[in-house]
């Protein structure tokens, strides 16, 4: 078992930045691929980014190229997600999840997820 607490969420203006952290329970941490989320309200929870277990490995989607990155310390059992240049259409609620076999960005491999940290941004 994992348990995952996202923190870090909160508002901010176009343009600035946020940084997310997520907080994993457990000795095992190394053992699993993490991955960030999102949800804006009406739509479905999509893809933001991946770190393999290592973190010699990191995948993002399009959108978030150039603006975000993720990071993990295996020795905090902490994953990170720093967002830069935000938009407003990066409003959403942001989940962290952990996966002990894939590194990738399909949802329903991640077996453990966290409660969401609300982002908002404001132009």
């Known amino acids: 078992q994992v348990q995952l607490v996202e923190s870090g969420g909160g508002s901010a203006q176009a343009g600035g930045s946020l940084r997310l952290s997520c907080a994993a329970s457990?000795?095992?941490?190394?053992?699993?691929?993490m991955a960030w989320f999102r949800q804006a309200p009406g739509k479905p929870r999509e893809f933001v980014s991946t770190i393999s277990r290592s973190g010699s490995s990191k995948y993002y989607v399009d959108f978030v190229k150039g603006r975000f990155t993720i990071s993990r310390d295996n020795a905090k059992n902490t994953v990170y997600l720093q967002m830069n240049s935000l938009k407003p259409e990066d409003t959403a609620v942001y989940y962290c999840?952990?996966?002990?076999?894939?590194?990738?960005?399909?949802?329903?491999?991640?077996?453990?997820w966290g409660q969401g940290t609300q982002v908002t941004v404001s132009s």
């Open positions: 457990g000795r095992t941490f190394s053992t699993y691929a």
């Open positions: 999840a952990a996966s002990s076999i894939y590194y990738t960005a399909n949802l329903d491999h991640y077996e453990y």
